[in-house]
């Protein structure tokens, strides 16, 4: 072990390109020669689901193209890649999708401004109001005070235009590139309509993982503080006899996958009776995890009048049928890649700290090739390795 820390850049690069996304990431810790190494590896494996997922979001594409990058493994194939993601960073998805293809953003761009629904009316509504802070939106003062605790002053362009729409009960769709404030969006849109004096479940908050269930859990938790929200995230379909018992306290908002929230609205370990708002974060994944009939199934569940939110990054044909099927007439906000960044290193760890072990790979990986994030820091199982630990 201690000699592979000396190894030539060309040997690393060959024993990389035998082992899989997650250990490629982990190997890097050995020394700073492996983490260089890891870095400018030309094909890196990026074989785990999540981060096919993220790849299609970047690229625009289907499964079959993101694999024929993502793993050809010659220098061509990493320069393709690097081609594709600097035109995503500079021009938006649209500029790098070809006309035609499934997951063509110009295309459902276009269909997303020309549906109309059964009745002949415009399926979607615009919004043309931009509140540049969160005093002036009419926010309880409570929320107010979970905000600044929670360390931000500036809404983000994706609040600015699609906060104040939520909150007045309407059904939106809001679509914004990943880190873009969605989910302090739809925490807060959630939390300035419960009723307080109530304990029932009036919002249920679908995910496609439990790692996102958590992040949301601890965004609405932070938040609601000082309003006393109380909030649960299902874990996973496994542990749903724990779940039933943070239930018996009473909560305002469940957090879970599709197939958890369905299994426990099913066994009546959750009443739909008070649900009002119904929230689809990363619904585009959800749909790419193959969640799409359990929404459905859900929503047979639950009162036909209900406000629904759809959050995702890219809008793929089967997300407009789901907005088509469950929304009435809904205000959609988009706001386009590169429009809001976080700035501050902590939201970026923060971001990081909520992904998989392979997403995290992958986003070093992004920064070094698209200056997105700084490969300074590697997190590994929620702790930061920092250089001092590499060196
Ligand atoms: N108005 C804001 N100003 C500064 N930072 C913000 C703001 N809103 C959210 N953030 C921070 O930006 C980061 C990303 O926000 P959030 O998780 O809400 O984005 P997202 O669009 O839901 O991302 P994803 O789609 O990956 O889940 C978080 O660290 C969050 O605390």
Same mark, same amino acid.
């Given at each position: 072990?201690?000699?592979?820390?000396?190894?030539?850049?060309?040997?690393?690069?060959?024993?990389?390109?035998?082992?899989?996304?997650?250990?490629?990431?982990?190997?890097?810790?050995?020394?700073?020669?492996?983490?260089?190494? %890891?870095?400018?590896?030309?094909?890196?494996?990026?074989?785990?689901?999540?981060?096919?997922?993220?790849?299609?979001?970047?690229?625009?594409?289907?499964?079959?193209?993101?694999?024929?990058?993502?793993?050809?493994?010659?220098?061509?194939?990493?320069?393709?890649?690097?081609?594709? /993601? $600097?035109?995503?960073?500079?021009?938006?998805?649209?500029?790098?999708?070809?006309?035609?293809?499934?997951?063509?953003?110009?295309?459902?761009?276009?269909?997303?401004?020309?549906?109309?629904?059964?009745?002949?009316? @415009?399926?979607?509504?615009?919004?043309?109001?931009?509140? @540049?802070?969160?005093?002036?939106?009419?926010?309880?003062?409570?929320?107010?005070?979970?905000?600044?605790?929670?360390?931000?002053?500036?809404?983000?362009?994706?609040?600015?235009?699609?906060?104040?729409?939520?909150?007045?009960? /309407? @059904? +939106?769709?809001?679509?914004?590139?990943?880190?873009?404030?969605?989910?302090?969006?739809?925490?807060?849109?959630?939390?300035?309509?419960?009723?307080?004096?109530?304990?029932?479940?009036?919002?249920?908050?679908?995910?496609?993982?439990? $790692?996102?269930?958590?992040?949301?859990?601890? +965004?609405?938790?932070?938040?609601?503080?000082? /309003?006393?929200?109380?909030?649960?995230?299902?874990?996973?379909?496994?542990?749903?006899?724990?779940?039933?018992?943070?239930?018996?306290?009473?909560?305002?908002?469940? +957090?879970?996958?599709?197939?958890?929230?369905?299994?426990?609205?099913?066994?009546?370990?959750?009443?739909?009776?008070?649900?009002?708002?119904?929230?689809?974060?990363?619904?585009?994944?959800?749909?790419?995890?193959?969640?799409?009939?359990?929404?459905?199934?859900?929503?047979?569940? /639950?009162?036909?009048?209900?406000?629904?939110?759809?959050?995702?990054?890219?809008?793929?044909?089967?997300?407009?049928?789901?907005?088509?099927?469950?929304?009435?007439?809904? +205000?959609?906000?988009?706001?386009?890649?590169?429009?809001?960044?976080?700035?501050?290193?902590?939201?970026?760890?923060?971001?990081?700290?909520?992904?998989?072990?392979?997403? $995290?790979?992958?986003?070093? %990986?992004?920064?070094?090739?698209?200056?997105? %994030?700084?490969?300074?820091?590697?997190?590994?199982?929620?702790?930061?390795?920092?250089?001092?630990?590499?060196?």
């Amino acid at each position: 072990m201690e000699q592979s820390r000396y190894l030539p850049e060309g040997i690393i690069h060959r024993i990389l390109r035998f082992l899989g996304a997650t250990d490629q990431a982990r190997v890097c810790v050995l020394s700073k020669d492996w983490l260089h190494a %890891w870095q400018t590896y030309p094909a890196p494996t990026f074989s785990d689901q999540p981060l096919r997922c993220l790849f299609q979001q970047a690229l625009g594409r289907g499964d079959e193209e993101c694999e024929k990058y993502c793993r050809q493994g010659d220098e061509d194939s990493a320069a393709t890649l690097d081609k594709l /993601l $600097e035109i995503a960073m500079e021009k938006g998805m649209a500029g790098i999708a070809p006309v035609g293809s499934q997951l063509d953003a110009r295309e459902c761009d276009a269909k997303m401004t020309e549906l109309p629904n059964a009745d002949g009316e @415009d399926f979607l509504t615009s919004n043309d109001e931009v509140y @540049d802070s969160f005093e002036s939106m009419g926010l309880q003062e409570n929320l107010l005070r979970g905000i600044y605790a929670y360390g931000v002053e500036k809404p983000s362009p994706v609040q600015q235009r699609g906060l104040v729409p939520f909150c007045k009960g /309407l @059904d +939106v769709i809001q679509q914004a590139q990943s880190g873009s404030g969605k989910t302090a969006t739809l925490c807060l849109g959630i939390l300035q309509q419960l009723d307080y004096n109530a304990v029932d479940c009036q919002a249920l908050v679908l995910v496609p993982s439990p $790692e996102l269930a958590r992040k949301t859990e601890r +965004v609405m938790h932070s938040l609601g503080n000082y /309003l006393g929200v109380k909030v649960c995230a299902c874990e996973g379909c496994d542990r749903v006899p724990e779940d039933q018992g943070n239930f018996s306290h009473g909560v305002h908002v469940v +957090v879970g996958s599709p197939d958890c929230v369905f299994d426990m609205l099913r066994r009546q370990s959750l009443r739909p009776d008070y649900v009002k708002t119904v929230v689809l974060n990363q619904a585009d994944e959800m749909i790419s995890r193959g969640f799409k009939n359990k929404i459905y199934d859900i929503f047979q569940l /639950l009162a036909p009048k209900i406000q629904v939110g759809v959050f995702l990054a890219t809008m793929p044909p089967e997300a407009l049928e789901i907005t088509r099927k469950l929304m009435n007439k809904p +205000v959609r906000i988009l706001v386009k890649l590169g429009e809001f960044t976080p700035e501050r290193e902590e939201m970026k760890l923060e971001t990081l700290s909520g992904l998989s072990q392979t997403d $995290e790979a992958a986003m070093c %990986w992004l920064d070094k090739r698209c200056r997105l %994030w700084k490969p300074k820091n590697i997190i590994t199982k929620g702790k930061l390795v920092n250089k001092k630990i590499l060196d």
